[in-house]
Nanobody, 112 residues
């Protein structure tokens, strides 16, 4: 696995989590990076992306609540998730779009 995602967990509605994804420099430096998620019984869906230059894009369902960022010093992409809702419950996957190259997924559960 070339992309290592972490940071998932159990959180109450309204809470926050920050996901991290570390990539090899050979992948990170030349790729738009992003996050997808997949809930049980659903297809994998786009969450957010960030280009090398820092341009971001979000799914309508998370815009205003989630923020994606990238750190070029440690080849890491982050997903800050605020005001989490039960419908955000899913396995979250980091992706490098050229390829694509997928990470192993990290579980996020939003429940009281």
């Amino acid at each position: 696995v070339q992309l290592q995602a972490s940071g998932g967990g159990l959180v109450q509605p309204g809470g926050s989590l920050r996901l991290s994804c570390v990539a090899p420099g050979s992948i990170f430096r030349f790729n738009t990076m992003g996050w997808y998620r997949q809930a049980p019984g659903n297809q994998r869906e786009f969450v957010a992306s960030i280009t090398i230059a820092g341009t971001t894009n979000y799914a309508d369902s998370v815009r205003g609540r989630f923020a994606i960022s990238r750190d070029h010093t440690n080849y890491t992409v982050y997903l800050q998730m605020n005001n989490l809702k039960p419908e955000d419950t899913a396995v979250y996957y980091c992706v490098a779009f050229a390829g694509p190259v997928w990470g192993q997924g990290t579980q996020v559960t939003v429940s009281s």
